[in-house]
């Protein structure tokens, strides 16, 4: 495996490492493993570092939701020029293109459950080429980006033995 992959494998798991503590992982110089992260950056594979937060432990109240969007794609640009559309709103965190019975898979956040169905009703649905969605409030999160948010993580699947 390549250290690009490697450096990017790393980071993705914990982006608080340092250049120096992945080249003594990696068994690298710290100034070759400088310039690959800068390569990533410039490059845009390396887009944003990012930070994981499990707002139920918080103050803060969020709601999130999952809308399936189905649209009609557009001539010569398919489903990117509705897709760029949508993701400009400020309540959007992703849009995911999928294969099914929905076309768009988006992801926003809201104070409350009333100002997403309010985006939905005079933001996006309105929208052309929209020609259906389906919301789904998230009640709770167990994991997300592969960290599991639960307290005490606890095996709780049954031993079998033979």
Do not use: C
Not at 13 to 24: F, R, V, W, Y
Not at 70 to 80: A, E, L, N
Not at 128 to 146: C, N, P, Q, R, W
Request: no cysteine; charged share 35%.
């Amino acid at each position: 495996m390549n250290t690009e992959i490697k450096v990017l494998e790393l980071l993705e798991q914990n982006p608080k490492l340092s250049a120096e503590e992945i080249a003594i992982m990696l068994n690298e110089k710290k100034e070759e493993i400088e310039r690959v992260i800068k390569k990533l950056e410039d490059e845009k594979v390396i887009v944003k570092y990012h930070t994981i937060v499990n707002w139920e432990k918080t103050e803060k109240e969020v709601v999130e939701a999952i809308i399936e969007v189905k649209v009609t794609p557009q001539r010569g640009v398919g489903y990117d020029a509705i897709a760029k559309r949508i993701y400009k709103f400020p309540e959007v965190k992703a849009v995911y293109l999928l294969s099914g019975n929905y076309d768009l898979h988006v992801i926003v956040e809201g104070k409350t459950m009333k100002d997403i169905a309010h985006f939905v009703g005079s933001k996006l649905a309105p929208l052309e080429y929209v020609l259906s969605t389906a919301t789904h409030f998230i009640m709770k999160k167990y994991k997300d980006a592969g960290v599991i948010l639960e307290d005490g993580e606890k095996d709780d699947r049954e031993v079998i033995t033979p």
